[in-house]
Structures are given as structure tokens and as C-alpha cells.
């Protein structure tokens, strides 16, 4: 306890503090007044429909994140959304500093997620992933148990190897059951808001149960005996292990079971049951299918694992300073389920066929790197494990990168937010009325209920149809409803495309815009009315449809 007590980062919570205070200035200076990524759109629009109570229309996404933006809306209105990553990061690094501080280890490895940069970008949206990084962490802080507080019971006496007498020892109290109940509850809400936090969360829970049955388990001893494995070797080579349950009972004394399993192990499946039965009641109420999964229309294949991986690699070893190497060298007790989900994180996103790089060129190293936010906590805890004893220097590094990294991030993403507002203030100097654009995904993200609370949009039928998106003067209409090929019966109307040139892929589906807007406006009389390029390649183009006779 020596070195704990000169350490001084092991109880000190001076560096978080200050950290969270520089977070919530910087944020509150810089906060975010427009959305980056299309996803973040649906779980707005889904949000915008439950906070007022009558929703008539029902996202195939998963609700969780859509609900907490949902509350922030009915407290503060539409543009509190942004608070959800922001807060969901701050709650992880606080639930993990609490954790270590627990386990007595230095509290600056709760800082470690602030250095991964694709999380630190996602601070600025309305996304999934850092709602699941902080449920991760608030399981882990539940999770685990300081080694002095065992859960497993036994109730027979060690054994004396070399007389085979029993031997007095400590009488073991029984955890409090309560914090394990509730962290498999959380592992099952998690599901809620992205179905693959079920791979952080499994090898957790299926641990729990294998030391709870007293089964010999790879994981090494508080008291530095080595692993079970390595445990029951030691004394089966030296002839003292002639029977299972003697077995059982030298290696539990000897090597004792990491805390939050044994006797906890049901309680935490109950918890999870628990908290993962609202997901399959949301699929059958929404879609009649209790197991329904959104589908992204990205298939899987192990032919994806070599550039997947590559790049994953690169993550963990630069995106994740050491990651790899706290990884390999973790000395947690519970490393095996650590690895076990980061493997099985590897494995389901390495045959992703989602290439973010091609999809949105340099902008996919957040767009791809955003998947292995959940695993953050787990490689803070090996972090932790395998430098429990953290200098001066170090803490003070870790501390100003977190700052400057953060700042950097908030100064970037207001500039570039400043840029997204001439593409908005464009579109809403334009009269009230219909405005057809051929690319949705990127109109919504300009044209929404942040900037204008009176706004509807159709549901587009095919790809060679224009969303329409109607702006009022007076009450909210209700939801235009096209049929196929219609087009909009006004002698005046505006159309615009929002365009990006940032990868091939975005090349080509303003090609196929482009095409299609012709196609559509066949015979019609278009006016280029503003031609407007901000400083990342976006474009934005607006034209004054007249409909001719014919074309009537």
C-alpha cells in the first residue's frame, strides 16, 4: 500500500474533474447545430415523433438511443439531441474512474476512451455508439468486485498440501448481490440500442456461470498463485490431487475465483433477462416479430476479414494508444472474457461488408473505427491491469492529450459547423412551400426539425422519385402521401440536390441524382438559382421548377 499512497492518481479524482469541466466548456462554446452522419437523422425523426406522443411512424432502428433523445427533447426541445453523446461519454468516464478507484488502481486510466478519436468526433452526434460505450462501462464499474471481496462460498477448509490437515482461514461474507443484478440488467438494456453489445456483454455473463459451477477457469490469483490451469498442474505433477472434488476444492483455496461471479452468476443472468426482454417486445409490437433486426442491406463474409482486420489492427494499435499490448499483456482477472470479447468483436465486424473509406473517403476512419467504441472500457481495465502504477509524468501526459485532443475535435467540429449553416441558410431563404430533392440523405441532414420547427417529408417510393419536403407558415400539415410518378402540381416549386465528392461511391450516386432529377424534370422549365460549394466538397444546388403545359 506503500506505493498506492505515494501514487496518489489511485483516489484522486482531480484530473477527471478537471477534464469534465474543460469537456462542458468546450462543448457548451462549440455546441453542435447540425448532424454529420445520415443515421443520425432517423433517430431524430423517430425522437421528434415519440416526444410528441403520437407517433406515426415507427424506424426500423433500434429504439434505445431514439427514446433518450426523445426525453431530452420533451425537457429541453429539439436541440438538446446533442446532449446524448456528450453525456453517454462523460457517464462512461466517471462510471470507469469509480471502477478503479474501487479496485485501487490510477484513476487517470478512466481518461484512456478520451484518446480514442473517433469517439471524441461522436461526442458531436446523435449516434448508437456512445450510448453503448457508456453502458459498457457502468457494467464493468457493477461487474467487478474488489479482490478483497470475494463472492464464491465454500464451505469446506483449505487444505494443508504437504499435511493434509485442514488450516484456518478467514471467514468469507457474501457479496452484495445487488450490484451484479444490476449490471446484467444494463448488459440487457444495452441491446436496446445496438444488438452487438450482446458480444461485450456474453463472455461476461457465461463467465459468470462457469465460476459459479466451480469449474477450473484460465484466470490468475489475486495472490499471484498463477491461473487455475497453472494451479492445478503445479500439484497434480507433485501428487497431491488424487480425486475431482479435491480438485475443485485445492484449486479454489489456492487460486481463488475472480469476484463478480460464483454464488452471483444467476443473479446476473436474471438481471440480464430482465433487461433484454423490452428489445423482443419492441419488435413484436413494431413489426410483429419478436427477433427482428434491421436490415442495413450489408452482407457478411469472411471474405471481408483481410482489409477489415487490417484496419482494426491499425486502431488498436495507434487509434487506441498500447491497446494491442495492454490487450496481450492483460493481468485482470478477468482477461479470458476480455478477450473473448474482443475476438468475437473482431470476428462479426471483420466480415462486415461495410467499407466506410470507400462509402465516405478519409471520413470513414470515424465512420468504421465508431465500432469498437464499446470495447474502450475493457481496454482501460487492461490498461490499468498491466501499469497499476502510473508516474507523475505519464498522468499529466494523459491529462493534456484528452484536453487537446477534445478541444481540437470541438474547434474543427464548429468550424465545420459554421459551413453547414450557409447550405441551410440557403435552403431557408426560400419560399414556404414543396422542395423535391433527390438526395435525402443528405437533405434531411440540412433541412430538419432543428432549424425549422414546420416540416414534413413524403415517404419516397423509389430511388427516381424526389423526397418532398414541405415548409409552412402556419399549423404543421399532415404528411404528404405520393403516389408513384406524381409530381408536384404547383406552377412554382424549388428542388435542390446536396451533393458530395469525397469517394467514388459519393461520385457515383451524384452521377445517379444528377440522372434522375433530369429524368424527372423532363420538358419542365429549371432555373439554377444558387450553386453553393462549402469547404469539405459538399454542394448545393437549388432550381426554380416551372411546369410547362405539356409537362403539366
Request: net charge positive; aromatic share 12%; proline share 7%.
Amino acid at each position: 500500500m506503500q506505493k498506492i499512497t505515494r501514487n496518489g492518481a489511485y483516489s484522486s479524482f482531480t484530473s477527471i474533474a478537471g477534464f469534465t469541466l474543460v469537456v462542458v466548456v468546450l462543448f457548451a462554446w462549440a455546441y453542435p447545430t447540425h448532424f454529420l452522419i445520415a443515421d443520425e437523422v432517423a433517430y431524430f425523426e423517430q425522437a421528434i415523433e415519440w416526444a410528441g406522443a403520437s407517433p406515426s411512424v415507427i424506424s426500423d432502428y433500434p429504439p434505445g438511443t431514439a427514446l433518450v433523445a426523445a426525453g431530452l427533447i420533451g425537457l429541453f426541445g429539439p436541440k438538446a439531441v446533442f446532449l446524448c453523446g456528450i453525456g453517454a461519454f462523460l457517464v462512461g468516464i466517471w462510471a470507469l474512474a469509480g471502477m478503479l478507484c474501487r479496485l485501487d488502481k490510477p484513476v487517470v486510466w478512466a481518461l484512456y476512451p478520451a484518446l480514442f478519436l473517433p469517439g471524441l468526433v461522436l461526442t458531436r452526434t446523435l449516434m448508437s455508439d456512445l450510448p453503448s460505450f457508456a453502458l459498457a462501462c457502468i457494467f464493468l464499474r457493477l461487474y467487478i468486485q474488489p479482490t478483497g471481496q470475494p463472492v464464491n462460498q465454500s464451505t469446506s477448509q483449505p487444505i494443508n498440501l504437504s499435511t493434509s490437515q485442514p488450516v484456518n482461514q478467514p471467514t468469507s461474507h457474501p457479496a452484495n448481490q445487488s450490484p451484479l443484478f444490476a449490471a446484467g440488467l444494463v448488459a440487457g438494456l444495452s441491446v436496446l440500442f445496438r444488438e452487438t453489445n450482446l458480444l461485450w456483454a456474453l463472455p461476461f455473463l457465461v463467465g459468470a456461470v462457469w465460476r459459479a459451477r466451480g469449474n477450473p477457469t484460465p484466470n490468475p490469483s489475486p495472490e499471484g498463485e498463477g491461473s487455475y490451469i497453472q494451479t492445478y498442474l503445479k500439484y497434480f505433477m507433485s501428487g497431491c490431487i488424487h480425486s475431482q472434488t479435491r480438485i475443485i476444492q485445492i484449486i479454489r483455496d489456492v487460486a481463488p475465483l475472480p469476484p463478480g461471479g460464483g454464488v452471483g452468476g444467476g443473479v446476473v443472468w436474471l438481471g440480464f433477462i430482465i433487461g433484454f426482454l423490452p428489445r423482443p417486445a419492441w419488435g413484436w409490437f413494431s413489426f410483429g416479430d419478436p427477433f427482428f433486426v434491421r436490415d442495413s442491406g450489408i452482407a457478411f463474409s469472411v471474405a471481408y476479414l483481410p482489409q477489415n482486420l487490417s484496419f482494426y489492427l491499425f486502431a488498436l494499435l495507434v487509434l487506441m494508444p498500447g491497446g494491442l499490448y495492454f490487450l496481450v499483456r492483460n493481468k485482470s482477472p478477468y482477461r479470458w472474457e476480455t478477450t473473448a470479447s474482443v475476438l468475437l468483436f473482431l470476428g462479426v465486424y471483420g466480415c462486415y461488408g461495410y467499407d466506410a473509406f470507400t462509402k465516405s473517403g478519409w471520413k470513414g476512419l470515424v465512420l468504421q473505427g465508431r465500432f469498437l467504441l464499446p470495447l474502450l472500457p475493457f481496454v482501460a481495465l487492461a490498461a490499468a491491469e498491466t501499469m497499476p502504477v502510473v508516474g507523475r509524468g505519464l498522468r499529466y501526459g494523459i491529462a493534456a492529450a484528452t484536453v487537446l485532443l477534445f478541444a481540437g475535435v470541438q474547434f474543427v467540429g464548429h468550424a465545420y459547423n459554421l459551413e453547414q449553416q450557409r447550405i441551410t441558410d440557403a435552403l431557408l431563404r426560400l419560399p414556404a412551400g414543396e422542395h423535391l430533392t433527390f438526395t435525402p440523405d443528405e437533405s434531411r441532414k440540412y433541412l430538419n426539425a432543428l432549424h425549422t420547427p414546420r416540416l414534413t417529408t413524403s415517404s419516397r417510393l423509389t430511388s427516381a422519385e424526389p423526397l418532398i419536403i414541405c415548409r409552412t407558415t402556419g399549423s404543421r400539415p399532415t404528411n404528404p402521401a405520393p403516389t408513384q410518378n406524381s409530381k408536384p402540381k404547383t406552377q412554382n416549386c424549388y428542388a435542390h440536390l446536396i451533393t458530395r465528392s469525397d469517394s467514388a461511391d459519393r461520385i457515383k450516386k451524384t452521377a445517379e441524382a444528377e440522372t434522375a432529377f433530369q429524368r424527372y424534370f423532363h420538358g419542365a422549365k429549371t432555373t439554377l438559382l444558387t450553386d453553393l460549394t462549402i469547404r469539405d466538397g459538399t454542394r448545393l444546388r437549388i432550381w426554380r421548377i416551372r411546369q410547362t403545359d405539356h409537362n403539366e
